[in-house]
């Protein structure tokens, strides 16, 4: 069984403290705050500099996304010699309290010899068979946008 590793430090309040968190063995850190997320999302939250959980589950969803419809798209014997995907996590307040209710995908893949039908069945399928979708079957909504393209 594999385990992946990320780890957090905070120090302070939520509304003035900060923190640094790191993605593996420091292979990426950043700080955040409690402005970095919740910045234009909770009263008295101005927007601030660093990143947030939010930022990092939409990274680990578009990554996890591409590499399922790689192979999606591999099996069905189309190659793609470019996937890009971008994910959008909205958070919001939801019974005064903040919540993600929705994630947008859009994804562009070059995959030759493969009709828009069949690029959107597959987009589709590795949309639910990602670990990262899955992983996040509570969120209400989960929309995907595919667009094949040369």
Known sequence: MATRNGSARW???LKTGSGELTVGDRAWTSAYSGRSRFGGVLPGFEPG????????????????????????????GHSPSS??????????????????????????AVAP???????QDLAGQAKTSCIISRALAAVEQINLTARLTS
Do not use: Y
């Open 49 to 76: 500099e660093g990143t947030n959980p939010e930022e990092l589950l939409a990274a680990a969803h578009a990554a996890c996304f591409s590499m399922a419809l790689s192979l999606a798209l591999s099996d069905a």
């Open 113 to 119: 010899g493969l009709d828009p039908e069949q690029f």
């Open 83 to 108: 996937i890009r995907t971008t994910a959008r996590v909205h958070l919001r307040i939801v019974g005064g309290a903040p919540a993600i209710q929705q994630i947008d995908l859009e994804t562009e």
């Open 11 to 13: 120090a302070g309040d």
